[in-house]
């Protein structure tokens, strides 16, 4: 959702009230947006084409689709904790080790600081799609596929100093048996079939997403999935931008979620961000 960084790092408080403060001078009511998708961009879809197992799909999903999604999750089993870099995963990470993989309170990446989120987890189960089967387009949380996370890490990262800036939600997850394949299957399903938009529901609110488009991903992992999302605020007089990459390492889901609060267009995930964070993550594997 557009917005999500501002769950806020515990460190930069201040700066989250100045952004907020921000966002209201530029009359963007952002409370219930949601973002994700591209614009005129190359296809960096190199996930599969697996949809959610039990919400409706739009017409445009095809049987194929959900036939691979029932096969996904009847292949999805248990497993031991593994390591990062497997090719498909066979036991997720503990939550120790993933942590260990993560950024850490105030590290430094480039411009920009990573933090933990001080109200919990961005994009949590309070937020749904409609149709359910765009919901891993709007989070991967528990429930969000047939494939819930055994361990998982959020990490916020931004210029805390800036009132108005590119904000990116962080989160590692991993899964037992082919979960994490499972969840990339999920994902490239939800794009295609809601590349016309989609309605994300929250509590006091709801966002429209415009538009879903496939952008380049990086070439990190066993596979990556990128997207980039049009829009429309709460009044339905605003363009808004968010872009989202997942990475899958084995069993492990590396994604990144960048917005900013304002209508400009920030043209992808900062590399930056992503890079480090891929670095850090692959390092273990080699140990």
Not at 237 to 252: C, D, N, P, Q
Request: aromatic share 6%; with cysteine.
């Amino acid at each position: 959702m557009f917005g999500a960084g501002n769950q806020g790092r515990s460190g930069s408080r201040r700066a989250r009230l100045r952004r907020a403060a921000a966002l209201a001078l530029v009359g963007a009511v952002l409370t219930g947006a949601a973002a994700c998708g591209g614009d005129g961009a190359t296809d960096g879809d190199k996930g599969g084409k697996d949809a959610r197992t039990d919400g409706k799909a739009p017409a445009s999903t095809s049987a194929e689709d959900a036939d691979d999604a029932a096969g996904s999750a009847a292949s999805a089993g248990s497993g031991e904790p593994g390591t990062p870099g497997t090719s498909g995963g066979s036991g997720a990470l503990s939550q120790r080790d993933l942590t260990a993989l993560a950024f850490t309170d105030g590290e430094k990446i480039g411009k920009y600081t990573a933090g933990e989120f001080s109200l919990g987890e961005p994009q949590g189960e309070d937020y749904t799609a409609d149709p359910a089967t765009c919901q891993p387009l709007v989070s991967l949380a528990k429930g969000a596929t047939a494939f819930d996370p055994a361990s998982e890490v959020h990490r916020n990262v931004d210029v805390a100093e800036e009132m108005v800036g590119t904000t990116v939600a962080v989160q590692l997850r991993s899964y037992n048996g082919g979960g994490a394949a499972g969840v990339m299957n999920a994902l490239g399903a939800a794009g295609k079939a809601c590349a016309g938009g989609f309605v994300e529901n929250r509590a006091v609110a709801k966002g429209q997403y415009l538009k879903v488009e496939p952008v380049k991903a990086p070439n990190h992992g066993d596979e990556a999935q990128a997207y980039r999302f049009t829009i429309l605020d709460v009044k339905g007089t605003l363009k808004l931008y968010e872009y989202l990459t997942v990475v899958r390492s084995g069993a492990t889901t590396l994604s990144f979620r960048a917005d900013i609060l304002d209508t400009k267009d920030i043209g992808k995930v900062p590399e930056e961000v992503i890079t480090a964070q891929w670095k850090k993550f692959e390092a273990a594997s080699t140990r």
